[in-house]
Nanobody, 115 residues
Framework: VQLVESGGGLVQPGGSLRLSCAAS????????MSWYRQAPGKGRELVAT????????NYADSVKGRFTISRDNAKSTVYLQMNSLKPEDTAVYYC?????????RGQGTQVTVSS
């Protein structure tokens, strides 16, 4: 199982970024996917989750209305569109999945929101 995130970077407050997570080594279309984040000195936070078919999503209250999770099962990729970014969104963002009770996540991509 391999999860590879990309798309992070430095953005000004109010800006947008789109994160991608390319998955391999398992049947992507059968599993829910999630994005987590971890800010310096803080615990890991669940940001968003999408079902295997993409028909249902859930978001942390802190990102509702600003972030959108989506997936392309043909490309085995999950996305996180982040709009209206705030300094408090600064964190390392990880994609995550659970296969047969084991959790897998990628190496993460840094998102820094600063002027």
């Amino acid at each position: 199982v391999q999860l590879v995130e990309s798309g992070g970077g430095l953005v000004q407050p109010g800006g947008s970024l789109r994160l991608s997570c390319a998955a391999s080594g398992f049947t992507f279309s059968r599993y829910a996917m999630s994005w987590y984040r971890q800010a310096p000195g803080k615990g890991r936070e669940l940001v968003a989750t999408i079902t295997s078919g993409g028909d249902s999503t859930n978001y942390a209250d802190s990102v509702k209305g600003r972030f959108t999770i989506s997936r392309d099962n043909a490309k085995s990729t999950v996305y996180l569109q982040m709009n209206s970014l705030k300094p408090e969104d600064t964190a390392v963002y990880y994609c995550n999945t659970v296969l047969v009770y084991k959790t897998y996540r990628g190496q993460g991509t840094q998102v820094t929101v600063s002027s």
